[in-house]
């Protein structure tokens, strides 16, 4: 069975920084894509980032610059990195892996609880 679990999220001042991080388990190849959501009530859930098993990263035009996404493959983990936080990027995060990389909500097959993070001005 699949199990994301996500940590780190928080409140924090405009142009603060954040970090969160996603636990995978039940994973039998290391050949899956990781991606970060977010999600505001109401809203449509939005791609972040993304990283592939080589380490490839893809990233929203509203975070580039900002945020940056790694993984482990060896501890089936991620990391998004959050810098220069504005008060927009306040959401629930989620982490989810799909076998096929990019933002589009769509193709992730699995999710995890998700992270709230609010950015205050």
């Known amino acids: 069975q699949v199990q994301l679990v996500e940590s780190g999220g928080g409140s924090v001042q405009a142009g603060g920084s954040l970090r969160l991080s996603c636990a995978a388990s039940?994973?039998?190849?290391?050949?899956?894509?990781l991606g970060w959501f977010r999600q505001n009530r109401g809203m449509e859930r939005e791609g972040v980032a993304s990283?592939?098993?080589?380490?490839?990263?893809d990233y929203a035009e509203f975070v580039k610059g900002r945020f940056t996404i790694s993984r482990d493959n060896a501890k089936a983990t991620s990391t998004l990195e959050m810098n220069s936080l504005k008060p927009e990027d306040t959401a629930m995060y989620y982490c989810?892996?799909?076998?096929?990389?990019?933002?589009?909500?769509?193709?992730?097959?699995?999710w995890g609880q998700g992270t709230q993070v609010t950015v205050s001005p």
């Open positions: 989810a892996s799909s076998w096929w990389c990019g933002l589009n909500r769509r193709t992730y097959n699995y």
């Open positions: 039940g994973l039998t190849t290391g050949r899956y894509c």
């Open positions: 990283i592939d098993n080589n380490g490839r990263a």
